[in-house]
């Protein structure tokens, strides 16, 4: 089937794409009931929004989740799409140094797809959840194996995080989403929409510990084939001698910050199916 979708794209008009999810959206918000119930929960209590206003903000939440998984099969099949925004210096400005450094994304708008369209001379490790499909993986690494990309597999025995921090310390780029528990379940409780919630201590700790630059990038989806690319350095002003937990748990906290802010300019772009708060 997503072999199918692949070949489709090839020709299909995008707004055609698109308009074909209008229909089957609210089959996904009858049946999929604790996804739902926490997106209505974070649209009406986080957000603040009313009752109508949420259950139409949960349908343009899976609207645009539907437009974002389009767009990555679309970019599989050779489709393109514009990059806009002005923080990409940040980025290029780390990948020129020496050291290596922490890039994280989170399940905001579509990461994934700057990751295809980046050229560093940096080793870049990618941490991938292995639970994906054949497809996407094989499509994933076609993609990859035209850049200087490794696909880093989560793993149950933790092996990922070893790899990853070779990665790191032979001076190349550590990318991983920086708002989900994998495997570990260390965690720094953050403020995030008024309420503590865990994000994972791995992507923070590996920074401290090896006292290296941490980025924060969020993609945007702002047309049909445009994104916007934002890009945040964490913790630059914190004290180098700070000792790294005290280091990590601060960055953790920035990140957070960071999500939050870029969460409330774009909130159907969360795509944040259960209770994060717990």
């Not at 209505?40 to 903000?57: D, E, T, V």
């Not at 990922?160 to 991983?176: K, P």
Request: proline share 6%.
């Amino acid at each position: 089937m997503q072999r199918t979708l692949v070949k489709l794209f090839r020709f299909l008009p995008l707004p055609f794409a698109y308009g074909c999810m209008v229909p089957v959206i609210p089959f996904y918000m009858l049946f999929d009931r604790r996804g739902y119930q926490a997106s209505y929960r974070f649209f009406r209590h986080r957000i603040g929004r009313g009752p109508i206003h949420s259950f139409l903000s949960v349908y343009a939440n899976e609207f645009r989740m539907g437009q974002i998984v389009v767009d990555r099969f679309a970019f599989y099949a050779g489709r393109s799409f514009k990059m806009e925004g002005n923080e990409m210096p940040v980025f290029n400005r780390l990948a020129e140094a020496e050291p290596g450094f922490v890039q994280l994304g989170s399940h905001t708008g579509n990461f994934e797809l700057v990751g295809y369209q980046l050229r560093s001379i940096k080793k870049m490790g990618v941490l991938v959840f292995s639970g994906e499909t054949e497809t996407v993986m094989q499509q994933r690494a076609a993609v990859f194996s035209r850049s200087n990309i490794e696909m880093v597999p989560v793993s149950d025995d933790l092996s990922h995080l070893f790899r990853l921090n070779e990665i790191l310390r032979d001076g190349g780029i550590v990318s991983m989403p920086g708002d989900r528990l994998f495997g570990s379940q260390k965690r720094f409780n953050c403020p995030f929409f008024g309420d503590p919630a865990p994000f994972p201590a791995g992507p923070f700790m590996l920074a401290a510990q090896r006292s290296a630059p941490i980025v924060a990038v969020f993609v945007m989806k702002e047309g049909a084939r445009r994104y916007h690319v934002y890009v945040r350095q964490l913790g630059a002003e914190l004290d180098p001698d700070l000792p790294s937990r005290k280091r990590a748990e601060a960055m953790a906290q920035a990140f957070a910050a960071c999500l939050e802010s870029v969460v409330r300019q774009y909130p159907t772009q969360w795509f944040n199916f259960y209770d994060f708060w717990k």
